[in-house]
């Protein structure tokens, strides 16, 4: 009894202390690093997100929150390799595009696109954490950012963007948003399909990105315009009817950066989807991208804004970021109860059952490569390459800060010349830095494709005698610059190629969607190989 007084003291005690502690405000992004494209909604007191991750795997990767701040990866949506096959040859940043979560009756929903394969689909869980179910693939759904909205009567309805009505190329990046009812259990369209906007101005661009709502018994119809590049926005449409028409809000944009310019920090906002919480307050999360040095290296991240419903001589209007109408990199928080979430592990030590949520592929694996066994990480080397539109033997992890050290040991002994393993940073299969052990040496190498065009091999930049089998090797990145060591442990690491331009894998440099991953990488170049690289643990740390 005593003991059951002690414990409920300290629990009391434990909740004041986090109310006491908790912060009047909070930080943009609240997902940092390559999470494109975000969707979110809320079930209870919980809020659901879920992400685009194109040609990575797993995919669709969802976090969940109670205060829509602190957020915990809690699994992804396509998480066996037999749900969609990331088939050889598909090519960087195609892939799981734009996704939404919706929940209805019990279940939850995630429509996203297949790019490069089969087009459009459908799963559900009971669960968010999973399983979830394999795809319903949906016939007649041109284009890509599928969307899912319920009316009063229960009858669910897909947009999405594209253009139907056959008036596609009027003027340069016409695109559009188009509805159609859909049976979501079935992944079955029905009746007719309908044409709703191209966009809020007569030559408006790359319209996308469609979400629908009912927001005091007013349709409103949210996406994103501009392309997500520097003329990014977020407009809306208001319509007293679901079929329209829909017609565009006189304060569009209602979001953008695009009048700021290519310096300021924040820039590219656009995407976004709204929520409205328990308290009947809307926030928004949207996309945006944040420069150093005049570069962008982590892609697009997900951000938070506080949004007020009005209503003005258009409709339904939310103001974003009201008396600022940007986003900030420090606002006011939800006024929600605030509630931490457990750390990311920044080293891994391979002493699990499973692969720590935080690890991805290049495309899906058809076969476990890889095993966890004894607190080290076997990694067979495979004739695969990461130049290559394959799977290779690479395990990586977002990066998620302008600055960060990467660091790994390795044990590995190439019994050829074609047997190589070792730390690798990856932005595309024409983008990457490899810092690898072969059989008598330890080399540097980049390679750089400009702008996704022309041909490209590695180049080396350092290569120096080494013999032993076991390696630490390290990266410390800061803002757009790059120092590789390598060393027999911890304590004694050299530098090696001195330092080097990151901007190899920006945004400015490497083009299109996807992110920088930093992780474990191992080859045998070409050829068949019985050989495995061990790797005793694997650190990530963002400054």
């Known amino acids: 009894m005593k003991k059951l007084i002690v414990t409920f003291i300290l629990t009391i005690f434990a909740g004041v202390l986090m109310a006491q502690e908790a912060p009047k405000t909070f930080n943009n992004p609240i997902l940092s690093g390559f999470y494109p494209d975000p969707s979110i909604c809320r079930v209870g007191d919980t809020y659901y997100m879920v992400n685009s991750s194109f040609e990575w795997y797993p995919g ?36 799981i595009f734009a996704p939404t979560i919706r929940y209805n009756n019990g279940t939850f929903y995630i429509i996203t696109t297949m790019v490069g394969q089969k087009g ?34 229960g009858r669910c309805y897909y947009t999405g963007a594209g253009v139907v009505d056959g008036t596609k190329n009027e003027w340069p990046g016409k695109n559009g948003i188009w509805m159609q009812e859909i049976d979501p259990d079935k992944g079955i369209l029905l009746g007719e399909k309908k044409q709703l906007t191209y966009g809020h101005a007569s030559n408006a661009r790359w319209a996308e990105g469609p979400h629908l709502y009912k927001i005091n018994g007013e349709y409103v119809l949210l996406i994103g315009e501009g392309g997500t590049g520097e003329y990014h926005a977020v407009t809306i449409f208001n319509s007293k009817n679901l079929w329209g028409p829909y017609i565009p809000n006189h304060a569009n944009p209602v979001m953008t950066h695009r009048h700021l310019g290519k310096t300021y920090p924040i820039g590219q906002t656009g995407h976004a989807d709204l929520v409205q919480t328990q308290n009947g307050d809307w926030w928004s999360v949207m996309l945006a991208k944040r420069q150093v040095d005049g570069f962008i290296t982590l892609a697009r991240e997900t951000f938070l804004v506080k949004v007020i419903m009005t209503n003005q001589e258009s409709g339904v209007t939310p103001i974003f970021n009201p008396g600022i109408g940007l986003i900030v990199s420090s606002m006011e928080r939800p006024d929600l109860p605030w509630t931490p979430v457990p750390k990311v592990v920044k080293r891994d030590n391979f002493d699990t059952e499973t692969l720590n949520l935080e690890w991805n592929f290049l495309r899906s694996p058809k076969y476990q490569w890889y095993k966890q066994k004894d607190g080290k990480i076997e990694i067979a080397l495979r004739p695969e390459v990461l130049s290559e539109l394959v799977n290779p ?151």
């Open 120 to 153: 459009n689909f459908i799963i559900t869980a009971k669960n968010p954490e999973g399983p979830w179910s394999d795809p319903m693939w949906i016939k007649d759904a041109p284009g890509i950012d599928p969307s899912l909205f319920w009316d009063d009567d």
């Open 60 to 95: 669709l990767p969802i976090h969940k929150s109670k205060d829509l701040v602190n957020w915990e990866k809690i699994g992804h949506g396509l998480h066996r390799p037999d749900q969609i096959v990331y088939e050889d040859g598909l090519r960087d940043s195609n892939g």
């Open 393 to 543: 033997s690479f395990l990586a992890k977002r990066t998620k800060h302008h600055d960060y050290v990467a660091s790994t040991k390795l044990s590995f002994k190439a019994k050829k010349d074609n047997e190589k393993a070792g730390l690798a940073i990856y932005r595309r299969h024409g983008n990457h830095f490899q810092l690898l052990k072969t059989k008598n040496e330890i080399i540097l190498l980049k390679t750089l494709q400009k702008d996704n065009k022309g041909e490209f091999k590695p180049e080396f930049i350092a290569l120096i005698p080494y013999k032993e089998k076991e390696v630490v090797f390290k990266v410390k990145v800061k803002g757009i610059k790059a120092q590789f060591y390598y060393g027999k442990d911890e304590a004694n690491l050299k530098p090696i190629g001195g330092i080097q331009d990151y901007s190899l894998v920006s945004d400015d440099v490497a083009q299109k969607f996807n992110g920088v991953y930093v992780g474990m990488y191992a080859t045998s170049a070409g050829k068949e190989s019985k050989n495995k690289a061990v790797f005793d643990w694997f650190d990530l740390v963002g400054n």
